[in-house]
């Protein structure tokens, strides 16, 4: 985990990556979850035996929602505001899913600072997440996340 003791400290670093996450293994039991919880059980995330005949995946995949949904805990596992009391989520603004995340495959995140914007109550930070799979050549989500950090 990177920490960061105060707003000023993550000013200078606008611009540059400044973590990595660690993996995050992506199981078939949590798609299921994630499927149930959103009610999509689109068979190329569910149906394991037509995934693998018909799919041209060779598997099931995850949802790329589950696969933006996983950002809050990339982040919380990866960066530490000291200073602040609260970080909400503030919404994204462009969000893509370049590749597929085949069942059973590992992801990450990496995420780059790109601006900080002062409010009267705090400040939102703008990230830029590239979330990559083991061993796979594009990513697999690329988005940029607002966050709000309070003092």
């Not at 068979?43 to 933006?68: C, M, N, Q, Y």
């Not at 930070?125 to 799979?133: A, N």
Request: net charge negative; aromatic share 8%; glycine share 6%.
């Amino acid at each position: 985990m990177r920490e960061f003791a105060t707003l000023a400290q993550m000013r200078a670093l606008v611009g540059q990556e400044l973590a990595v996450s660690d993996w995050i293994e992506i199981v078939q039991e949590r798609v299921n979850q994630f499927a149930d919880a959103t009610d999509d059980h689109q068979w190329i995330h569910v149906d394991l035996a037509r995934s693998k005949a018909e799919s041209p995946f060779g598997g099931p995949i995850a949802h790329g929602f589950l696969t933006l949904s996983l950002l809050s805990a990339l982040f919380e596992k990866t960066i530490r505001m000291v200073d602040a009391t609260m970080v909400i989520n503030y919404g994204l603004n462009k969000v893509r899913f370049p590749a597929p995340v085949p069942v059973g495959s590992r992801v990450r995140a990496r995420l780059t600072l790109a601006r900080i914007d002062d409010l009267d109550e705090g400040a939102q930070l703008e990230w830029h997440v590239l979330v990559e799979r083991e061993g796979g050549d594009k990513p697999v989500c690329v988005a940029e996340l607002l966050l709000r950090r309070y003092p």
